[in-house]
């Protein structure tokens, strides 16, 4: 069992920063590629960005340049760094938790939101 909690969202104004993290108990985080999907209003939850457990990143098209994604090991933590925002940004952010190995269980954290606004 994995249990993911997320923090750090929040109203900020076009062109701000934020840090979104992810705090993950429970099971072995260093097997796990860690992620961030977000989900907008009346909009299906979309990939965001992504670091497998030997620390390889991928990231969607629109957070290209502007979003960092990193994890810690030792403490069970991924982060995402949010700069230039854009109020199209604007959406619910959920961590996720894919095992890398097979027939293991994909887990979700409750989300946190982030508006993007003046």
């Given at each position: 069992?994995v ?45 965001v ?70």
């Amino acid at each position: 069992q994995v249990q993911l909690v997320e923090s750090g969202g929040g109203l900020v104004q076009p062109g701000g920063s934020l840090r979104l993290s992810c705090a993950a108990s429970g099971s072995i985080f260093r097997i796990f590629t860690m992620g961030w999907y977000r989900q907008a209003p009346g909009k299906q939850r979309e990939f965001v960005a992504q670091t497998t457990s030997g620390g390889t990143t991928n990231y969607a098209d629109s957070v290209k340049g502007r979003f960092t994604i990193s994890r810690d090991n030792a403490k069970n933590t991924v982060d995402l760094q949010m700069n230039s925002l854009k109020p199209e940004d604007t959406a619910v952010y959920y961590c996720n938790a894919r095992p890398e190995f097979p027939n293991g269980i994909n887990y979700w954290g409750k989300g946190t939101l982030v508006t993007v606004s003046s």
